[in-house]
């Protein structure tokens, strides 16, 4: 058995962390699909922004868009939106297999939004029905000024993939999100089952305290804060809160870990993988990992649900001087700052596109 399908097995979603025409239009994405159990992927400015300028696949789309006299992020959202869809019916069969539960792709909102709550909320509706898709999440970030966008779109039926968080606490703040939207439909006389994930970001831990800390505890940060945020995961699927929603027919709002490729070259290639297997989560792996884990990975056993070790590697780590809360306020911070330089590097991109398109013709 392949160790992809062994994931899973114990009830783990593989989503691929990329997206281009190429990996749709060369059958790449359905034979990752059929042969890996890629059930689901994810999208992001710096994904896209790589994608257009790597090669000519979006020239003629560009062409079309700018002819039409779209620009800027009018003609990302159609170039992206066009991937997304396609991306979103070659998974559709799982989606209704599952009811719902997989083959979900991402589109994120744009990261200038991040403290605009009020502006998110209305490009979240915008663009979840421009998609039109019953299996598109609207990436919404984690920070403290959105999270009433969050409940908001919850309420109002959207799927949402709740992204840039860092810590259980920054988790439960989204989750609590989540649940009081959900808890509004309800009280509104609507449907309780509005799909979402939360996205917790792993390697970035350890490349930000890599060369603070004694060699025994190089690597081992993202996994401790997976290991805390799945416990505090597992305990509110059995709080009493919980119960009452699921029982009005609501479903769990999924964990999901973002960032699980290896930043440390001196580390194995797949140690995320093989650390965050856990039943009840999804792992986004990009292209370069999932190949990596296909050929040499294993599954050596699933998630402690009480988070194992993790409250005493944490404790290791504050004696080495690292206290994670505050790491975890400017992770958030600094994961900000670095979308909002990926999203105008992709807007400095297509305007560069356009004009060599242009002058070509």
């Not at 400015?45 to 790597?54: E, K, M, S, V």
């Not at 439960?172 to 009081?180: D, F, L």
């Not at 140690?271 to 856990?278: F, G, H, N, R, V």
């Amino acid at each position: 058995m392949r160790a992809t399908e062994q994931l899973h097995k114990i009830g783990q979603s593989l989503w691929l962390d990329n997206i281009t025409r190429e990996l749709l239009e060369s059958g790449t994405l359905r034979r990752y699909r059929d042969l890996y159990s890629v059930t689901g992927l994810t999208s992001n400015p710096t994904i896209f922004d790589l994608a257009i300028r790597a090669g000519n696949a979006y020239d003629e789309s560009i062409r079309q868009k700018t002819a039409e006299g779209k620009s800027g992020e009018d003609l990302f959202y159609e170039l992206a939106l066009a991937d997304l869809t396609q991306a979103a019916d070659l998974f559709r069969e799982i989606h209704y297999a599952t009811q719902g539960l997989d083959g979900w792709v991402s589109l994120e909102v744009s990261p200038l939004l991040a403290r605009d709550s009020a502006n998110t909320i209305k490009e979240v509706a915008r663009l979840h029905g421009e998609g039109n898709r019953p299996n598109l999440f609207i990436k919404i970030p984690g920070t403290p000024e959105c999270i009433p966008a969050i409940e908001e779109s919850i309420f109002q039926g959207v799927p949402v993939n709740v992204t840039l968080l860092f810590s259980r606490e920054q988790y439960t703040a989204a989750a609590e999100a989540y649940m009081r939207g959900i808890e509004r439909r309800i009280r509104a006389g609507r449907d309780a089952k509005v799909h979402s994930v939360a996205s917790l970001f792993i390697s970035r831990w350890d490349k930000a305290v890599m060369k603070k800390v004694p060699d025994k505890l190089r690597n081992r940060l993202g996994i401790a804060v997976a290991r805390q945020t799945y416990k505090a995961y597992r305990d509110l699927l059995h709080s009493e809160r919980w119960q009452i929603l699921l029982e009005a027919g609501a479903v769990p709002q999924r964990v999901l870990w973002a960032s699980t490729g290896a930043k440390d070259p001196e580390a194995l290639d797949v140690i995320y993988i093989e650390a965050l297997a856990a039943p009840d989560t999804i792992n986004t792996i990009p292209e370069k990992t999932l190949l990596a884990f296909e050929d040499h990975g294993q599954v050596k056993g699933a998630m402690p649900v009480d988070g194992g070790d993790a409250e005493e590697v944490l404790a290791e780590f504050t004696g080495a001087g690292i206290d994670h809360s505050v790491i975890a306020v400017e992770l958030q911070r600094e994961g900000a700052e670095s979308f909002d330089k990926s999203w105008n590097d992709l807007m400095d991109c297509l305007r560069t596109k356009t004009e060599q398109l242009k002058k070509a013709s």
